[in-house]
């Protein structure tokens, strides 16, 4: 994973953050080693919640930011969907897992967030299959049309999306 550059995706993150309350309540799934998510949502002063499935990635994360909590599980499986948040991101996740999952973490992301709450996640833009340069796993985008009409079924709305300087494609939905 080291070949990922962390200044990539810091300022679209930092941005999205602008747009929730301060200090609010954030899930970040996925959350890999830390770095930019999760690094640029602490020097924002949110309260974070964390979940990656891999032990080696949840290990680096804690060896780079010892106070902070993360779970260790898949993130369908998350206990931290018992709660709800203010803001969710999953960046660099939803290709990696199935389509039929990625439709599972949707209906509890949006189960999981507060009415206004915000979802960001990359995936790209075209419904495409691929093995992933970074995990070498097969990668599957449901592309726009696919998730927005997942969105749309679980009550979150499509309000955005955009490209970052690495290529990184975002949807970003809201509920309402």
Known sequence: MSARNPRIGAG????WSQILAPRCSVLDL??????????????????????DA???????????????????????????FGRTFDGVIAWGLMFLIPPEIQSVVIRKVASALNLGGKFLFTSPKE?????????????????TEGYQ?????????LIGEQCDEGDNYYYLSSKV
């Open 127 to 143: 419904s495409v299959k691929w093995r992933d340069a970074l995990t070498d796993r097969e990668s599957i985008s449901l592309g």
């Open 54 to 80: 891999s032990r080696k990635l949840v290990a680096a994360f804690r060896h780079r930011f010892p106070d902070a909590s993360v779970e260790c599980s898949a993130v369908e499986d998350s206990e931290f």
């Open 149 to 157: 009409r997942i969105l749309r079924a679980e009550g979150l709305v």
């Open 30 to 51: 996925g959350c890999g080693h830390g770095v930019p998510v999760s690094q640029t949502l602490i020097e924002q002063g949110f309260t974070i919640y964390r979940v």
């Open 12 to 15: 679209t993150v930092r941005r």
